[in-house]
Each structure stands twice: as C-alpha cells, then as structure tokens.
C-alpha cells in the first residue's frame, strides 16, 4: 500500500516540471521571428545599397544631359550660390529663363564639383575663369559625373555687362555650333560690360554681392597662359537655401 501513495505524487512531479519548462512550439515560433527579421533587415539593406549603387553609377553625357537638366530645373526653388576663396567670397545669382545652364551650376555645385577647382585663368580687366584645375583629382570628379556639353542659350536678352556670370564655349575642335562647356563658367570685370562676348557665350548669372572680391582675383599676378602664379582655389562654392 505504501508503494502506491508514491505513484500519485511521481506523476505530479513530473506533469509541474513539464509545465514549468519551456514550450518547444514557443521557442521555435521566437526563432524563426528572429530569422525573418535578420533576413527582413539583410533585404532592406541590400535594396538600399543597391539604390546607391545605381545612384553613384548614373553618369551624364551628350544623349541624356538635356532631358535630365530638364527634369532637374522643374523643380528647382533655388537660384544663389555663394563662392569663397582666400581672398574672399562673392554670390552669383542665377537667371531663371536660361534653365539649362542654371541647373547645370546648381547640380554641379550640390555635387562638390567647384570645390578645389581654380580660377585658372585671369585676364586683367576682362574676365576671371573658374572651374578647371591642374589636379589630377578634378579630372577624376569630371569622370565621375560625365562628359557632355551644353547647347548656347544667347537669345533669353541677357548681355555681357560686369559683373555678369557666363559660360565659355568647349575647346573640342568640332564644335561649330558653339557647345558650353559646363564645367567652368567665367565673370566678366570690365567696365561697363564685354558686349563683344553677346550672341557667342551664354550669361546665365550675375553677381550681387562680393564684386570687390571677384576685382581683387582679377589683379593678382599671372604667367603663361593668364594662370595666376600663386593658385586661386575655390575652397567652397555652397548653394544658397
């Protein structure tokens, strides 16, 4: 008799340890909510990186780069950017009827492209030119972003007066129709204006503050080629918000 009240309470022993432990189906449930959302976080990362991927690989050139500044300045609410050297800084403001080479500048700007470029080249009294440089990492940025032109744009009423801001035509041999060059841009100095320029460049901006600045680059001492002798960089060139 004694053998048998043991067997009731054996049978509880092992029904509390049974419920007291953890439950497969739950443990197993909990696993496979944790696989998903590492495999949820390892997709969204992928769909991301790829993203950049595509972002990073999108280059212009001369079938694409009309249409996409085209798209680009529809929704452009900006049109100021402020350039600083060491001599000191001066904003441009952009005409808003050349849109084109205005969100051309803008894109560029935005890109970091005029960081590190260079006035290299400075004609006293006339112009100062920016945008290119000796350094090698200038063409890689060139590289990166594409290789195109862009069509004149003369005929929008602008003229080459001070303080104007325009863009010069490419130095390709074929390039009849007087293709910009966007990449460099040049800000007329004389007084009142180069109107000898009109019909062949396209002004696509003005200066409205730091003209001073500009007149101090224009009277540093150049060499061959009208390049300053001690570098004029464009540290900085910001859009204004």
């Not at 690989?57 to 798209?71: G, P, S």
């Not at 290299?120 to 990166?144: C, E, M, P, Y």
Request: charged share 30%; glycine share 6%.
């Amino acid at each position: 008799m004694a053998a048998h009240r043991f067997i009731p309470v054996a049978i509880l022993l092992l029904f509390l340890t049974a419920s007291c432990g953890d439950n497969p189906m739950e443990k197993s449930t909990s696993s496979t909510e944790k696989e998903t959302k590492k495999d949820s976080v390892k997709i969204d990362s992928a769909q991301q990186k790829k993203k950049e991927d595509k972002e990073e690989k999108f280059v212009l050139t001369e079938n694409n780069a009309v249409d996409f500044f085209f798209d680009y300045q529809k929704n452009l609410k900006v049109n100021k950017v402020k350039i600083t050297t060491r001599l000191g800084s001066f904003t441009v403001q952009l005409f808003d009827n050349v849109p084109y080479h205005k969100a051309n500048f803008i894109y560029l700007t935005r890109k970091g492209y005029f960081d590190e470029t260079q006035f290299h080249r400075v004609v006293k009294d006339f112009i100062i030119q920016g945008g290119n440089s000796d350094d090698r990492k200038t063409g890689k940025k060139r590289s990166a972003i594409g290789r195109y032109l862009l069509p004149p744009d003369t005929r929008k009423g602008h003229r080459h007066h001070r303080g104007t801001l325009s863009m010069p035509s490419s130095e390709k041999e074929d390039n009849p129709h007087m293709l910009a060059s966007p990449f460099e841009f040049f800000i007329v100095v004389t007084d009142p204006g180069s109107y000898h320029l009109d019909g062949d460049f396209t002004p696509f901006g003005k200066v409205i503050e730091g003209m001073d600045v500009v007149d101090k680059i224009n009277n540093v001492p150049v060499g061959d080629g009208d390049w300053p002798l001690q570098n004029i960089y464009i540290q900085k060139a910001e859009v204004v918000e």
